[in-house]
């Protein structure tokens, strides 16, 4: 069992919703991340957390906008997003810079 | 930014049989992992192997950090194995890069 719990398994949304990911921790980890994965592509990087400070943001769109209102937990908020958006967000969590990366079940996106 | 290279990229593989899976990576690392996706998404963590031996189970990593690869074992796979498997690899600043996968189909 994962203990990186990802809300919700699955979302539909259209162009013109305002929708948010939410993903939470409790290894007490100080490193969170957002990655997103296209069909039969591996993971990308998002954004990166450390001690709830956003440390590596790789030239994302606006149209995502992460948020880390604790230690605990990671939101990734979404707005006027375009159907090739569509795909699965993964969050993950690290005690800290070089140790392992532990990520939950993913958020299957569908913009419509 | 860092390079990372999986092979083969596919394998099909009979029930009971062993495999070897490779990690070249292109510049020196503090964080190597090898993880499973299953077929509903979900990255499951096998190895955390920045450098070394480690075994659990029917599987068993190597990465030998000098010479930048990584090697993955399934011993007597069985067809719950199948699956896309990732290496990833650690650069600055926590970023983990991921190779291409290697997707494996094990025949029963």
């Known amino acids: 069992d994962t203990e990186v719990t990802q809300t919700p398994k699955h979302l539909v949304m259209g162009m013109t919703n305002k929708k948010s990911l939410k993903c939470e921790q409790h290894?007490?980890?100080?490193?969170m991340y957002w990655y997103k994965q296209k069909a039969k592509k591996p993971p990308e990087l998002m954004f990166v957390y450390s001690y709830e400070k956003l440390s590596i943001n790789e030239s994302v769109p606006s149209r995502f906008s992460p948020e880390c209102p604790n230690s605990s937990l990671l939101n990734l908020h979404l707005h006027a997003l375009q159907p090739e958006d569509s795909a699965l967000y993964l969050c993950?969590?690290?005690?800290?810079?070089?140790?392992?990366?532990?990520f939950g079940e993913g958020s299957w996106l569908t913009v419509v | 930014g860092i390079q990372v290279e999986q092979s083969p990229p596919d394998l099909i593989l009979q029930e009971g049989a062993n495999s070897t899976l490779r990690c070249n990576f292109s510049?020196?690392?503090?964080?190597l992992q090898w993880f499973h996706q299953n077929p509903w998404g979900q990255l499951i963590n096998l190895f955390y192997?920045?450098?070394g031996t480690k075994q659990n189970g029917r599987l068993s990593a190597t990465t030998v950090a000098t010479e930048r690869y990584s090697l993955l074992y399934i011993s007597s796979s069985q067809t719950t194995d199948s699956g896309v498997y990732f290496c990833a690899v650690g650069e600055y600043g926590n970023k983990l890069v991921f190779g291409a996968g290697t997707i494996l189909r094990v025949k029963s």
């Open positions: 290894m007490g980890h100080r490193a």
């Open positions: 993950a969590s690290s005690q800290d810079q070089g140790w392992g990366v532990y």
């Open positions: 510049d020196s690392v503090n964080n």
């Open positions: 192997i920045p450098s």
